[in-house]
């Protein structure tokens, strides 16, 4: 069966572009979840969907980061005026509706901001 | 706030003996824990969870975790590694289920011939 899928699998952007990362949960899955692993460290939480709306955004580091998911299925990420800080592996994670139904992660986006 | 601290960042261990992998967290409120697993070039996968009910958890492959409130600890076992579970371990705790789930840095388990 299809499981996430993240894409592209790797994107190299130079400082000060923007950037659109996509996400498609699994067919059926109402939560929706983007983290943000940086080298060394462990996915950090960035937003997380219950169908269309963000439910929360808490994790969102500043207003250059910006997610949608206007359908309530595909969501994508838009990073705006890039920073190389802002390199790092994003995982996109979906769920069944509810907060005890397991997360099934993406391979994740590798980003690069040189 | 919640937090998790994993002090081991690489564990090497050989064949067939047996492993601990540490985890510690901090939470203000009612917790649920998880070890989460990636393997080389694949995604992270849930290896096993505490949502309730028994304090002692396991997984299909052999790995056991114990939720201890008093040390707040959550550490992962196994009696007998195998080459295949060279990986890398993640900690994680949450106060909602599975919603903002709060990572630690992970501990790289290297398994020797």
């Known amino acids: 069966g299809a499981g996430v899928s993240q894409t592209p699998s790797n994107k190299v952007t130079e400082k000060g572009k923007y950037v659109e990362l996509r996400c498609d949960p699994i067919?059926?899955?109402?939560?929706l979840y983007w983290y943000r692993q940086s080298l060394g460290q462990g996915p950090e939480f960035l937003i997380y969907?219950?169908?269309?709306?963000?439910?929360?955004d808490s994790g969102l580091p500043n207003d250059r980061f910006f997610a949608v998911r206007p359908e309530g299925s595909v969501s994508t990420l838009k990073i705006q005026r890039t920073e190389r800080g802002d390199s790092a592996v994003y995982l996109c994670?979906?769920?069944?509706?509810?907060?005890?139904?397991?997360?099934?992660f993406g391979p994740g986006t590798r980003l690069t901001v040189l | 706030a919640q937090s998790v601290t994993q002090l081991d960042s690489q564990v090497p261990v050989f064949e067939e003996a047996p492993v601990e992998l540490r985890c510690n967290y901090s939470?203000?409120?009612?917790?649920?824990l998880f070890w989460y697993v990636q393997y080389p070039n694949q995604g992270l996968q849930l290896l096993l969870k505490?949502?309730?009910?028994?304090?002692l958890v396991e997984s299909i492959n052999g790995f056991e975790a114990e939720f201890n409130k008093s040390q707040t600890s959550f550490h992962l076992r196994k009696p007998s590694v195998h080459i295949s579970d060279t990986a890398e371990y993640f900690c994680?705790?949450?106060?909602?289920?599975?919603?903002?789930?709060?990572f630690g840095t992970g501990t790289k388990l290297q398994v020797i011939p």
């Open positions: 994670a979906s769920s069944s509706s509810g907060p005890y139904n397991e997360q099934f």
């Open positions: 067919s059926g899955h109402t939560a």
């Open positions: 969907f219950q169908g269309t709306g963000a439910a929360d």
């Open positions: 939470s203000s409120v009612s917790v649920y």
């Open positions: 505490y949502l309730s009910g028994s304090t």
């Open positions: 994680a705790v949450s106060d909602q289920g599975y919603q903002k789930v709060t």
